[in-house]
């Protein structure tokens, strides 16, 4: 019989990814997990494709070092530019899982006019992957995209409620809404973190993909059909969280990103 010892990993650059951990624990909430956020170089958003794939490559090592049997990549940036390459890399035997396709199937099961908006960091609208999983998902839809690169500085610096937030947001979401999009992607981890503040600019009749809900339900659906995966994994109800920057700061922010008091150990990532 196998052994249940594996853990599930979860990556991000920062505290975004916890909006979205938080989510994946609230839907399975019986296995142990490992976060990993490299907050001493987010953001990642605007760097060059090589630093986010060196620096990404180095986070999902120190996870299946922690003994995870799965790594999902929950920061979008990473998963733009650093996911494929590393999925290669590492073949069948470990398992890395992104979140840019289960937000791009969501997107094209509820849009009706075929008009897509994408908002995310620099780098993912520059990798043009969202636009591309999309046109590959249902080549009629239209998709428009949107860097909004301060968003992610305002929500690590914990100004998520300011209102320079409300005005930044109105900048950014205009052009698309000009477009006449019915269906929005955050295509961020953090954006999830004020999807009402988004939601209060866009109105009602938009629909807003989130992540932060889309995620958990695809890796639900992973395990009942990954079976071999899924009986190695520990069933024991907790979760481990590593910063690669001072922890005291990680642990007030974490703590409101996740929703409850978080302990954070440090990580050296090589
Ligand atoms: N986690 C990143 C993402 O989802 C946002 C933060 C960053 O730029 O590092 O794209």
Do not use: W
Request: charge should be positive; proline fraction near 5%.
């Amino acid at each position: 019989m196998v052994k249940r010892i594996k853990r599930i990993g979860v990556f991000d650059s920062g505290f975004g990814g916890l909006h979205v951990l938080r989510f994946i624990v609230t839907a399975l909430p019986g296995y142990e997990y490992v976060y990993l956020g490299d907050t001493a170089r987010a953001p990642y958003g605007d760097r060059p494709q090589e630093t986010i794939y060196a620096y990404t490559k180095q986070a999902i090592d120190f996870l299946f070092k922690q003994n995870c049997g799965i790594v999902v990549i929950a920061c979008n940036t990473a998963s733009s530019e650093a996911l494929r390459a590393i999925q290669q890399e590492y073949g069948a035997e470990k398992k890395v899982l992104g979140v840019l396709i289960p937000a791009a199937e969501e997107a094209v099961r509820k849009t009706k006019n075929n008009r897509v908006g994408i908002i995310a960091t620099t780098s993912t609208v520059a990798s043009k992957k969202f636009p591309r999983e999309l046109f590959k998902l249902d080549a009629s839809i239209k998709t428009f995209q949107q860097a909004c690169p301060l968003l992610v500085p305002l929500i690590e610096a914990g100004e998520q409620n300011s209102p320079e937030m409300v005005t930044i947001l109105k900048r950014y979401l205009a052009p698309l809404l000009a477009k006449n999009i019915d269906t929005l992607i955050l295509g961020c981890t953090h954006y999830g973190i004020v999807e009402k503040k988004i939601r209060a600019v866009v109105g009602p009749d938009i629909t807003i993909v989130s992540e932060a809900r889309v995620v958990p339900k695809k890796l639900k659906q992973y395990f009942e059909k990954h079976t071999e995966i899924e009986t190695t994994l520990c069933v024991k109800p907790m979760v481990h969280f590593f910063s690669t920057d001072r922890t005291d700061k990680f642990q007030t922010l974490g703590s409101k990103f996740f929703g409850r008091p978080i302990k954070v150990e440090r990580a050296v990532l090589k």
